[in-house]
């Protein structure tokens, strides 16, 4: 069974505390995305990558940070810096071929204690 | 930069056609596609038109006219398993820039 998996898919965050948010595919996809949506928002982009050992930042970086060593797995950290981190973050693939067509995980809900 | 406009809600009948619509301003379009999200559930992929005219996909079809930078989505024989939020999402030289979504509900 091919897909995405995010884990946890809840997430208690204290305040001053870093948290990393897994995301594995096993797609063979060579790009891999970290949204954030709010309550009633679209998705907005956080970071993404098109190949391993490199990623861009989307239209809100800030205050998170991400790795890329492994094709398969693209982890997300929201750190102490991101003031306002409680919201659904989505990760999601595609192949370079078909950027249009993006595959997501379940999600993983962050709650701030 | 990249903008797209879509209506916030739609209500429609079981059974019924309803249009979603959505407009865009882009450079470097590429082509425009439709993502469902289930309340609490991730976006799954609808469909994509890179070119003009209407694609057709069992119930749900998708229409781009890129000279009027414009698209919708068009779902027939409405099902209550269809009250979803629907987004559109411009494809370009840069990674999608998604709508803010058009939550529909569809009432008996």
């Known amino acids: 069974d091919g897909g995405i998996t995010q884990s946890p898919k809840y997430l208690f965050r204290k305040e001053g505390q870093n948290v990393t948010l897994s995301c594995e595919q096993n797609?063979?996809?060579?790009?891999m995305y970290w949204y954030r949506q709010d309550p009633g928002q679209g998705l907005r982009l956080i970071y993404y990558?098109?190949?391993?050992?490199?990623?861009q930042k989307g239209d809100i970086a800030e205050g998170y940070s991400v790795s890329r060593e492994k094709k398969e797995s693209f982890p997300l950290t929201v750190t102490s810096a991101q003031k306002n981190p409680t919201a659904f973050y989505l990760c999601?693939?595609?192949?370079?071929?078909?950027?249009?067509?993006?595959?997501f995980g379940p999600g993983t809900r962050l709650l701030v204690l | 930069g990249q903008s797209l406009e879509q209506p916030s809600e739609v209500t429609a009948v079981e059974g019924a056609i309803v249009q979603i619509n959505c407009t865009y301003q882009?450079?470097?379009?590429?082509?425009l596609s439709w993502y469902q999200q289930h309340d609490g559930g991730a976006p799954t992929f609808l469909s994509y038109?890179?070119?003009?005219g209407l694609e057709e996909t069992g119930r749900f079809s998708s229409f781009l006219s890129r000279s009027d930078s414009y698209g919708y989505l068009l779902l027939q024989e409405l099902q209550m398993k269809d009250s979803a939020s629907y987004f559109c999402?411009?494809?370009?030289?840069?990674?999608?820039?998604f709508g803010k979504g058009t939550r529909l509900s569809v009432i008996a």
């Open positions: 882009t450079s470097g379009f590429y082509g």
């Open positions: 990558s098109q190949i391993v050992n490199d990623f």
């Open positions: 999601a693939s595609s192949s370079t071929q078909g950027p249009e067509t993006q595959y």
């Open positions: 999402a411009v494809a370009g030289n840069t990674p999608l820039v």
């Open positions: 038109n890179a070119l003009d």
């Open positions: 797609l063979n996809h060579d790009a």
